[in-house]
Every structure is written in C-alpha cells, then in structure tokens.
C-alpha cells in the first residue's frame, strides 16, 4: 500500500481556511538519483578501456583477444535489454537498480583477480548482462517522476550527458587520481572504485520510491504537478503497426546508423588509454587525464545536440532534414577531424582534436532518441529496444574487427577505420525519414 502523501494544509493546528500546499521537491533528488545511477553504471564499463593497456603490458591477453573481449559485453547488454525492462516494469526500479549496481560493481571489480583470458571473457559478458537493466528502468523512473513538460530536456541530461560524463572521469579517477596521485596499482584501484556503486545502491535503496504517490516525503501537490499532462492509458486502443516496405527501409537505414556509430564509441572508450600508453608513453596520470577529454567533448556536444535539434526544426520548419543535417552533418566534420589529427605527433594536440572530433560526433545523440519517439510514437519503448538491440551487436562486432585493423595496420590504420564508419553513418541517417510513423 502506498505510503500517505505529506500535505502541509492538513496539519494540526491549521483551522483557518487551508491555503494550497506548495509542491515539495522530492522529484529533484529523485532526478539527482538517477543521474548518478547513469553516471556510476559508465564509470564502471569504461573502466575495462582504461585497464587494458595495463593487461597488455602483463601479458594477460594480446590485442587480438582484447579485441574480442571488447565485444563481447554487446552480446549479453543486447540480449537482456527486453528482460532488464521487463524487471523494472515487474518488480520496480526502486529494486532492480540496486541489485543490478551492485552486481555491475562485483564484476566491474573482478578483473584485479583474474589473470586469465577465459576468466576475462566470462566477466566482460557479465558486464553486459548485468548492467542491461539500467537504463531501461531509467527510462522508467523518468516517465513516473518527471513531468512531461520537461521530460525529454531532463532524459537527456541523465542519459547523455551524466553517462557520457561518468565515462570520461573513468580515466580520470582510475588512472589520474588513484593510480598517478595516490600510486595505487591498477587492481587496488578498480576494487575502490567498484565500492562506489555499492555505495550508491544502499543510498538509492533509503531515498528512492517507485512512484511520487509511494514516497512519504512528496506531498499531494507535488504528486498532481508530476502528474499533470500525462495521458491515460487506453487499452480498448490497441496500436496499429505499418510494416509497408517503405517504413521497413527506413527502419533498416536507421538500424544502420545506430550499428555503424558504436564502432566510434569502441575506440575512444577501449583503444585511446592504450594509445595513450603504446604510442605516445604518457604515465598513468596523463593518460587519466588527456584520455578523458574526448569523451567530455562527447558530453558537451550530446547537450549542445539536442538544444540545436530542437532550434533548426523551428528556423527550416522541417524536421525530416534538421534531423539528417545535424546527425550526418556533424559526423562527416567529426570524419575530417580525427584524419586531420593524425598530421600531428604530438599526444596532447591530438585528444585536443579529438575532444572536437567526439563534441562533434555525439551532437547526433539527442537527434537518435527524438528520432526514436518520432518513428515509434506510443510504442517507443519497444522501438528503443529494438535499434539498441541493433546497436549493442554492433559493439559486438567492432571488438574484433577493430581489434584485427589495429593488428594489421596500427592506430593510424584504426584512425581512418572509424573516419570511414562516420561517412557510412551519415549515409544512413540520409536515407533515415523521421516522418514515417512505425505506430499509429
């Protein structure tokens, strides 16, 4: 049974006419929550980027199997994405995010103990599995607890900018602070890390309810603010889905895109450190740092995508091509730069480029999700997880396909690999009409 809501007018003592309750601001701690559960679920993936050089300089594993091991995460984060979901609509986020952080933080941790390729495997499709249920439970705690007036900016601020943030200061506190600062060893530093999302679980466990109605510090007037504008359900309205060929090509183009553009995200989360390491001999510290940079570029230009998305829709007043000009416009600047930072040998100039090269690339991320309500209307949910079920077989693939191109034609050859994926991107996204309902 729901907990009472908390009403100010209806307290003891108030016999003069009851004046309206202000609404209290529990939906901002709950906002706070799930930003952080969005930063703390990447910190503890891109971990394993800023680990590998060093299981590369032990021996551990060669990059023909890091390759491998990369991609492997995609398998089981694809595959328990409709199961995740589907746990957080049965059982609640207020019990499946805990358990799933604190699992993700055990396996996050457990690479300090392994030294084996097979023990390595099994851990990186743990990883997958177990963080599957995050961020469809995310999306859940947005649609009960934010209003709908302010829903997307606010969605998009958990799920771009705090993820994207949370995997650039994965380098930063493993590689900077606790290895190059505190002269921790690689292993110490990723079990102390991993404690912090045990950490986190138990705070969201105390301070987290399913629904505003369920929490005893959300008073009435808070819950009807959160609450207005939401539709209702109607289930005598059964959704009416178009699989003409037109609507299936344009769902296939956009498949495409959302393949091809994880091929990018896998070098700059699991190949720069060991760039970094390889190839320029930057310290634990520096690579911290300067491996960063192109993932926080990453988060600025995810933020500056979606306020531009929204802005060039107004100024041309078509949505179809505002959509095309920003997510394949911006990854053929993002082509150019990462080609043009290899005229350059100097390592800092470089992630400097690169941070320019991710700003630009990651402005099509707000562009993706709209593009994901567009098409899907009332069933973007299962839209979402079909083109992200797409989207982790391409993390999968680009493991050892990347892993082969670094073999055989080093990190120039991989620099060019992935200026290529961002023209075969943009050739998607051209072909992507936004317009073209899947759902009525």
């Not at 991609?71 to 019990?95: E, M, R, S």
């Not at 990453?298 to 107004?314: M, P, R, S, V």
Request: charged fraction near 10%; hydrophobic fraction near 50%.
């Amino acid at each position: 049974m729901a907990a009472p809501l908390h009403d100010a007018s209806t307290a003891p003592g108030n016999n003069l006419v009851a004046q309206p309750s202000r609404p209290t601001n529990v939906r901002w701690v709950i906002f706070g929550l799930a930003a952080l559960a969005s930063y703390i679920n990447y910190v503890h993936r891109y971990s394993w980027g800023v680990i590998k050089p060093y299981l590369l300089e032990d021996g551990v594993v060669n990059e023909q199997q890091v390759g491998w091991l990369d991609g492997l995460i995609g398998i089981t984060y694809g595959l328990g994405q409709f199961p995740g979901g589907l746990a957080g609509d049965l059982l609640g986020p207020h019990l499946v995010i805990p358990c799933s952080a604190i699992l993700w933080s055990i396996v996050a941790a457990a690479p300090a103990v392994v030294t084996a390729f097979s023990g390595l495997a099994i851990i990186r499709l743990a990883m997958g599995l177990v963080q599957a249920p995050c961020y469809p439970c995310l999306g859940k705690i947005t649609q009960s607890w934010i209003p709908r007036a302010t829903r997307t900016s606010q969605q998009g601020f958990i799920s771009s900018f705090a993820g994207r943030a949370g995997g650039a200061c994965s380098s930063l506190i493993i590689g900077s602070l606790l290895m190059g600062w505190l002269g921790m060893t690689w292993q110490t530093a990723l079990v102390t890390t991993a404690i912090s999302g045990v950490v986190f679980a138990v705070a969201f466990i105390f301070l987290f309810r399913n629904t505003p109605r369920q929490h005893p510090k959300v008073n009435e007037a808070e819950a009807a603010f959160i609450e207005q504008g939401e539709p209702l359900a109607t289930a005598d309205r059964p959704l009416r889905w178009n699989w003409s060929i037109a609507n299936n090509l344009n769902l296939l183009a956009f498949f495409g895109a959302s393949f091809a553009s994880t091929f990018a995200d896998n070098l700059f989360v699991f190949w720069m450190p060991t760039f970094l390491v390889q190839e320029k001999n930057f310290s634990p510290a520096e690579m911290g740092l300067f491996a960063s940079l192109p993932l926080f570029g990453g988060a600025l230009g995810g933020l500056c995508g979606g306020f531009l998305n929204d802005w060039l829709i107004k100024v041309i007043g078509n949505r179809r091509w505002s959509r095309r000009l920003i997510a394949g416009g911006c990854k053929v600047i993002a082509a150019g730069l990462i080609c043009g930072s290899l005229l350059f040998e100097d390592g800092k100039t470089i992630m400097g480029i690169l941070f320019l090269c991710k700003f630009f690339s990651d402005m099509s991320q707000p562009t993706w999700w709209g593009t994901v309500t567009d098409i899907g209307g009332p069933a973007a949910g299962r839209v979402f997880g079909m083109v992200n079920t797409v989207g982790a077989a391409g993390l999968f693939a680009a493991g050892p396909i990347m892993g082969w191109v670094k073999t055989e034609y080093d990190f120039g050859g991989l620099f060019f690999f992935v200026a290529g994926v961002y023209l075969v991107t943009t050739a998607c996204w051209l072909m992507v009409d936004c317009e073209k309902r899947l759902v009525t």
